[in-house]
């Protein structure tokens, strides 16, 4: 009998720290070899799927199985060449691989070429590993300007691959309130990648929280990812911008606010809101796929995308027993979904493949 560990072939769109997650859960059973898909530039698109082409050819005939981090043009030629070659294909169903939202031109099934590739994939795949089950199919109501419903059984009638859901996972010994740091009062929270651009103020929410700084003035509201020398336009003097920032500095500044806010108009299964969590900050989120279920009572639910709904919201947060919540939140992430079971899981699920 080999000694040798069977090989699984790995493909993601960026190196985000659940990639880096879940490729380390993986090496624990497999020799994984894995390829990012990250063209720099559009036109760069065709290069990088030659590059993916030849490592498939090289590749598929030794691997037992593939796994993509979600579906989109990355993963096609995988799923193609599992099915040619009978190799059964897994594909981690994330968030934007799920929705289409017109509207801001968000999602993969908001792009007629993009939706194609993506449908193609989940109708090649062998199985398909959301990470909640809001992902699947939702009723959507936190904003009217497009579908009613959201999910890839939704955007994909008819779509006979079997799925089963594997949850997030997050490391409660890591993510913990720090003990030395002072937790500020009325203090709100939130993390955006992409701040500088109006899209993703769209997208995250934070044309929201900047109307309610202004309206809120005896409350903080930090925002961490911020360029070099980016400042909003009209920017309310209780907001405050910090740049992106590693993990670890990351959990100190979680446990120097009393909130976070999530108000995205879409997600999958957000980490900053849970490990946010963990560290015992009090969370605020949209009505909006996994969030109000992560949130459970430990928190506050925005059910409309309107401005005044969430000033009272954020005053009735203000006046709530917030060490209590905050330690429900921590308990929530940490007893429902902790990193081990992550692990196990998905690792059982590849098993079964």
């Given at each position: 009998?080999?000694?040798?560990?069977?090989?699984?072939?790995?493909?993601?769109?960026?190196?985000?720290?659940?990639?880096?997650?879940?490729?380390?859960?993986?090496?624990?059973?497999?020799?994984?070899?894995?390829?990012?898909?990250?063209?720099?530039?559009?036109?760069?698109?065709?290069?990088?799927?030659?590059?993916?082409?030849?490592?498939?050819?090289?590749?598929?005939?030794?691997?037992?199985?593939?796994?993509?981090?979600?579906?989109?043009?990355?993963?096609?030629?995988?799923?193609?060449?599992?099915?040619?070659?009978?190799?059964?294909?897994?594909?981690?169903?994330?968030?934007?691989?799920?929705?289409?939202?017109?509207?801001?031109?968000?999602?993969?099934f908001a792009k007629p070429i993009l939706g194609?590739?993506?449908?193609?994939?989940?109708?090649?795949?062998?199985?398909?590993?959301?990470?909640?089950?809001?992902?699947?199919?939702?009723?959507?109501?936190?904003?009217?300007?497009?579908?009613?419903?959201?999910?890839?059984?939704?955007?994909?009638?008819?779509?006979?691959?079997?799925?089963?859901?594997?949850?997030?996972?997050?490391?409660?010994?890591?993510?913990?309130?720090?003990?030395?740091?002072?937790?500020?009062?009325?203090?709100?929270?939130?993390?955006?990648?992409?701040?500088?651009m109006r899209f993703t103020q769209r997208l995250?929410?934070?044309?929201?929280?900047?109307?309610?700084?202004?309206?809120?003035?005896?409350?903080?509201?930090?925002?961490?990812?911020?360029?070099?020398?980016?400042?909003?336009?009209?920017?309310?003097?209780?907001?405050?911008?910090?740049?992106?920032?590693?993990?670890?500095?990351?959990?100190?500044?979680?446990?120097?606010?009393?909130?976070?806010?999530?108000?995205?108009?879409?997600?999958?299964?957000?980490?900053?809101?849970?490990?946010?969590?963990?560290?015992?900050?009090?969370?605020?989120?949209?009505?909006?796929?996994?969030?109000?279920?992560?949130?459970?009572?430990?928190?506050?639910?925005?059910?409309?995308?309107?401005?005044?709904?969430?000033?009272?919201?954020?005053?009735?947060?203000?006046?709530?027993?917030?060490?209590?919540?905050?330690?429900?939140?921590?308990?929530?992430?940490?007893?429902?979904?902790?990193?081990?079971?992550?692990?196990?899981?998905?690792?059982?699920?590849?098993?079964?493949?």
């Amino acid at each position: 009998m080999s000694a040798h560990r069977p090989v699984l072939l790995y493909f993601y769109p960026g190196l985000s720290s659940f990639v880096v997650k879940d490729l380390q859960i993986m090496e624990k059973a497999y020799e994984v070899r894995h390829i990012g898909f990250l063209p720099a530039k559009k036109w760069q698109t065709p290069l990088i799927w030659l590059k993916q082409f030849f490592f498939l050819l090289r590749h598929i005939w030794t691997a037992q199985k593939l796994v993509c981090m979600f579906a989109g043009y990355h993963s096609w030629f995988p799923a193609l060449f599992g099915k040619i070659a009978q190799k059964p294909v897994l594909i981690v169903a994330g968030g934007t691989d799920c929705v289409s939202f017109p509207s801001i031109g968000y999602g993969c099934f908001a792009k007629p070429i993009l939706g194609k590739f993506t449908r193609w994939s989940y109708q090649l795949a062998s199985y398909i590993a959301p990470v909640h089950e809001k992902l699947v199919r939702q009723e959507y109501k936190y904003q009217p300007n497009d579908f009613p419903y959201q999910g890839f059984r939704f955007h994909c009638p008819g779509l006979k691959t079997p799925h089963t859901v594997v949850y997030n996972g997050y490391d409660a010994s890591f993510w913990r309130p720090g003990a030395t740091v002072h937790r500020q009062p009325k203090s709100f929270l939130t993390v955006c990648a992409g701040l500088h651009m109006r899209f993703t103020q769209r997208l995250k929410g934070i044309d929201l929280i900047l109307e309610a700084a202004r309206q809120l003035p005896e409350a903080s509201f930090t925002i961490v990812g911020a360029p070099a020398g980016f400042a909003f336009p009209n920017q309310p003097v209780n907001v405050k911008l910090l740049p992106k920032m590693p993990l670890a500095d990351l959990k100190a500044v979680y446990s120097a606010h009393t909130f976070y806010l999530q108000l995205s108009m879409s997600e999958g299964f957000p980490n900053a809101l849970s490990e946010s969590m963990l560290c015992g900050c009090v969370p605020i989120v949209s009505n909006v796929s996994s969030m109000p279920e992560i949130v459970g009572g430990a928190g506050f639910v925005l059910e409309k995308r309107e401005s005044g709904l969430l000033i009272e919201l954020l005053q009735k947060a203000m006046d709530s027993d917030t060490s209590f919540l905050g330690e429900m939140a921590r308990q929530n992430i940490a007893n429902h979904y902790p990193e081990a079971r992550r692990e196990e899981e998905l690792l059982q699920l590849l098993q079964r493949l």
